[in-house]
Structures are given as structure tokens and as C-alpha cells.
């Protein structure tokens, strides 16, 4: 045999080779939601790339949809946080308030009552 004939006989074997593994990977099982098994069973139809589309959009008009739900109820728990804060900063300032009445109050009478030992003292 020459040295050529033993290169096609080589290269025949390979190649036959090559295309029995092919056969066997395309044939082994695989899951619903492998890339080959998604790829043997996708049949685009001609003139309907606008279901993709519109499968697409909806997919991301529902996504949308929930990130702003969780936007809303984010918001609504923040509200319901700052109407309690506000209602405690009501409550101190008129406790606040209340206080500095008083302490004026007792500012005034502890006044008079100088007032009044001095007068004493003096007269």
C-alpha cells in the first residue's frame, strides 16, 4: 500500500469515526431544556419572528409589572413609617411645649416670691 493510500484509509477511519460520535451525542437523551434538545425542536415559522416578540414583551411587561408592585409596597411601608415618626415628633413637641409653660410658670412665681423677700428685707 502506499503512503498515500494509508493516509485516505487513515483519514476514512477518522472521519467515520468523527461521524459516529456525532450520532451518538445526537442521539443520546438529554432533558426537554438542554440547548440540543431546544435546538431539534425549534421550528421558527416563516413570518412569525413577532410571536417571539410579543412572548418577549409580555415576559418583561409582567416583570416590569412586579418590580413595581415591590416599588409600591416599598413606598407604602415607607409612608407608614414616616406617619408614625411624624406622630411621634407631635407628641414630643407638645410635650415639649407643656414643659416650657410650666417651667415659665414657675420662673414667674419663684420671681414674685424674690420679689416679695426683698420687699421684706427692705422694709
Do not use: W
Not at 434538545?37 to 419572528?49: L, T
Not at 415639649?96 to 421684706?120: F, G, Q, T, W, Y
Amino acid at each position: 500500500m502506499s503512503h498515500r493510500s494509508l493516509e485516505n484509509t487513515k483519514g476514512g477511519t477518522e472521519m467515520k469515526r468523527s461521524q459516529a460520535k456525532i450520532r451518538e451525542v445526537e442521539n443520546a437523551p438529554c432533558s426537554e431544556t438542554s440547548p440540543a434538545k431546544m435546538r431539534k425542536n425549534f421550528r421558527p415559522a416563516s413570518g412569525d419572528m413577532s410571536y417571539g416578540f410579543e412572548t418577549a414583551l409580555a415576559e418583561a411587561s409582567r416583570e416590569v409589572s412586579l418590580l413595581f408592585s415591590k416599588y409600591l409596597e416599598v413606598l407604602r411601608e415607607r409612608a407608614a413609617v414616616d406617619a408614625s415618626q411624624l406622630g411621634e415628633l407631635e407628641g414630643i413637641l407638645t410635650e415639649a411645649r407643656s414643659l416650657e409653660a410650666n417651667l415659665k410658670e414657675k420662673k414667674e412665681h419663684l420671681r414674685r416670691s424674690l420679689a416679695l423677700i426683698s420687699d421684706k428685707l427692705q422694709g
